[in-house]
């Protein structure tokens, strides 16, 4: 059977925390039972001194029924809790009491009242009142706590005319003094039951609050993982994982996303890789069966309109076949760069210089359009290894996509370059023009993808990506409709960079 990690954690948080309060409750409650056991035992053995001291005259004039009416009124005191009071000698015979009927006889001296002081095989002068104290059982079941308080042989009491005992003799008897343990037993079973209330309401309160913060911090962020990584497995790529909180958790739901976008990229850059190749073999076989007839085509066309100089309406029409048929070639030569692209011939190349050679390519083209362009170019920018005339015809073709978005109506474009965040150097081409919506963005960089209708090929971009890729860099847009584009192109400048494929980012 499946077990939550949240339940575990509330199980094993709880069952510690209840071994922890128990643990406490037992202290404290045995701590408090000692405590009053101890006051009752003080207040017992304050109790016996009083009678030894309230009964000393009379011992000591041997006043016999006045000892006696003291010792029975003491014991009589029910109401606060004194059950028996007595006097028994050194030999354990009961000489006087409370309780009229044991008077004269004999204790054990292995029973309860006189074990401690014969505990050694001898009477023992000297007690700590501890020693002197036992609890028991009375025959109604109520426990009752013991206090014998020797009675010494002091000088008066062996020179008095009356009874005179031997100087010898160190120990004359033993007042025992019982008292009730009913009140300590009912304040101790009243503490149990406080304390284990207590206890187990710390556990509850302790085990809701666990439970409360594992779900809060536990549950709720393992769950949100879980869910994030089986729509992760189904191919959802797009799954963003709420980050909770400062914490592991939080820290892993942070990673988890920025792994999701990492993957979504991947994905992207290997759909786009994977129709780029789809398309280069598809591209090479069309071109390949097209280039021999349309090449024969152009030559006959042209050797047509060598002969017929005198007939103009023939005239025109052929150079309308021999443009279109140039068009056509044009579109197979680009075909054909896509699908077999030229290994860039790498050397160190000053990219200010490339974006200056090919401004001066479009110039003509921008001016006609009446486009302003400025350039602004930071100097003494690193050199990079790359082939200047593939970065030139990337540039070119951002410059004339520019161009393309500004329209007839003119516009602005502003061309910049700049040292990158990292080990790169910035290509930045910003226009005025119309932008791009976004549902095209996501779709620029696939081949015969274009938005300029029957004026485009949709080869540009893609063509561009693959040089930019070769050449270890990324390509970014942003853009937004009726607010222009910015096109990034990135470059490393280590000597000999090689590989990965370019990041393309599409932002709206």
């Not at 954690?9 to 925390?17: D, E, F, P, Q, Y």
């Not at 003080?42 to 000393?56: G, Y």
């Not at 085509?297 to 076949?321: F, N, T």
């Amino acid at each position: 059977m499946r077990t939550r990690i949240g339940t575990r954690l509330i199980l094993g948080a709880g069952l510690a925390t209840a071994l922890v309060i128990g643990g406490m409750s037992v202290v404290i409650l045995r701590s408090h039972t000692a405590q009053l056991l101890a006051e009752r035992t003080r207040s017992a053995d304050q109790l016996s001194e009083t009678i030894k001291s309230a009964t000393h005259f009379d011992m000591l004039e041997n006043r016999r029924d006045n000892l006696h009416r003291q010792i029975r009124a003491v014991g009589g005191l029910q109401d606060e809790g004194i059950r028996k009071v007595r006097v028994f000698n050194k030999e354990g015979r009961i000489m006087f009491s409370s309780a009229s009927e044991e008077i004269g006889s004999s204790l054990d001296p292995k029973g309860e009242a006189c074990y401690a002081c014969h505990a050694e095989g001898r009477p023992l002068e000297r007690l700590d009142i501890q020693a002197r104290a036992r609890t028991f059982r009375a025959l109604d079941g109520t426990r009752v706590l013991g206090v014998i308080n020797p009675i010494p042989n002091e000088p008066s009491c062996s020179t008095a005319a009356c009874h005179a005992h031997s100087a010898k003799q160190s120990l004359l008897g033993v007042l025992d003094v019982n008292v009730s343990l009913a009140e300590v037993d009912q304040e101790i079973a009243h503490s149990r039951l406080v304390i284990t209330a207590s206890a187990i309401m710390a556990i509850l309160s302790g085990s809701l609050m666990l439970w409360w913060l594992n779900r809060r911090l536990v549950v709720r962020p393992v769950a949100a993982l879980v869910e994030g990584t089986r729509r992760v497995t189904a191919g959802d790529l797009d799954v963003t994982i709420p980050v909770s909180g400062r914490h592991e958790l939080g820290q892993l739901a942070k990673a988890f996303n920025e792994m999701t976008r990492n993957l979504a990229d991947t994905q992207r850059q290997l759909t786009q890789a994977d129709k780029l190749a789809s398309v280069g073999r598809l591209a090479a076989g069309v071109a390949h069966e097209i280039n021999n007839p349309l090449t024969g085509v152009l030559s006959y066309a042209s050797l047509l309109r060598k002969r017929m100089d005198h007939d103009l309406p023939a005239c025109e029409d052929l150079d309308v076949i021999v443009r279109e048929t140039v068009r056509c070639r044009g579109i197979i030569r680009e075909l054909l760069d896509f699908a077999r692209p030229a290994a860039p011939a790498r050397k160190p190349m000053d990219l200010n210089e490339v974006v200056r050679r090919s401004v001066s390519v479009v110039m003509t083209q921008l001016s006609l359009n009446q486009v302003n362009l400025s350039l602004d170019l930071t100097p003494e920018l690193p050199t990079v290894q790359a082939d200047p005339n593939q970065i030139q015809q990337v540039i070119v073709n951002l410059l004339l996509n520019a161009a393309d978005a500004i329209g007839a109506g003119g516009g602005q474009i502003r061309a910049i370059t700049r040292p990158g965040p990292s080990d790169d150097i910035e290509f930045l081409l910003e226009d005025s023009g119309r932008g791009i919506s976004a549902e095209d963005l996501p779709r620029i960089f696939e081949p015969f993808f274009t938005t300029k209708g029957n004026h485009g090929t949709g080869l540009g971009l893609a063509v561009s990506w693959g040089i930019v890729e070769a050449h270890g860099g990324s390509l970014e847009v942003q853009s937004q409709s009726g607010k222009g584009t910015c096109f990034t192109l990135r470059l490393p400048t280590a000597a000999g960079a090689e590989g990965g494929k370019p990041t393309i980012t599409t932002l709206t």
